[in-house]
């Protein structure tokens, strides 16, 4: 890579602000979404992103001005180029292998105590500079977009069916408004245009919001559809009663026929989650706390002189 200060078109007395600004100037120039099937701009935004990945780090940016680092990031030995000898080329006088044959580079980095601190072998990747403005991440000469928000919102049953607009904390630590769509469903995403990272390209991310049911007292959803346990006192469920049900807008009545069966469900149409499933409501006797004299003995009546098949 050639010098990066001629790259990016400043000098050494540049400033961090001044290397930045230079930096945006010309990626903007060369961004491979605004050059598209053009190579050679490619090659030109990944080669200012590497000088800027160098330049905006103060120790490597330190070492390059010392001369103990290429524009690459690899180290040298006063001026010497380790890659170089590695290819087989000069060596510096006073240093040979263990075997008289070829330069080792790591053999003197040894000798020096682990060589040069932030020192870098090999080949760097082209992507943007971790740090640098806007939060891209390293990942590629591509990447240039600005990043989506991503955030859970846990909801209950009673806002996702009036549709309500709740508070949801970005990772960015913003808080947003959303109004929930309607008939929101559990594991729904809902995006939210230009809420997100903010690009030093003038483009916004969105906020992709997964909306998730809390766990109801109550109703268990299964769809639009809801189920909910309702106990009735063992006269109810032989004489017939009228019995108030919850449902999500209130409790409504209904009435029990005598001698109604506990192990079917009884259908409220309608009753559902938006108004577009039903409510499925399962009975449930319960008995008196502590037992009843009384009820043991009709119970014992009924089991010597009146018995009743229910199973097989």
Sequence with gaps: MRDPYKILGIDKSSSEKEVKSAYRKKAKIYHPDKNKDDAKAKEKFSEVTNA???????????????????????????????????????????????????????????????????????????????????????????????????????????????????????????????????KVKDGQQIRMKGQGEQSPYGGTGDAVILVKFKKHKKFKPDGFDLRVDVPITLYEAVLGAKVRIPTLKGSVELNLPPGVDTGKSLRLKGKGLHGEGDLYVNLRVVLPKGGDPDLESLMRFWRDDKPYKVRD
């Design 52 to 182: 800027y990945d160098l330049l905006s780090d103060k120790e490597k940016r330190a070492q390059f001005d010392r001369g103990e680092i290429d524009a690459e990031g690899n180290s040298k030995l006063g001026g010497f180029d380790f890659r170089q000898a590695q290819r087989g080329g000069a060596r510096p006088s006073g240093f040979a292998g263990a075997q008289g044959g070829a330069f080792n580079a790591e053999d003197i980095l040894k000798e020096f105590m682990g060589g040069f601190s932030g020192a870098q072998a090999g080949t760097r990747t082209s992507g943007f500079p971790s740090g640098s403005a806007g939060g891209f991440a390293s990942s590629g000469a591509s990447t240039g977009k600005a990043k989506d928000y991503k955030a859970n919102a846990n909801i209950t049953l009673e806002q996702a069916n009036e549709g309500a607009t709740i508070q949801v904390l970005l990772p960015g630590g913003k808080n947003l408004d959303v109004k929930l769509p309607k």
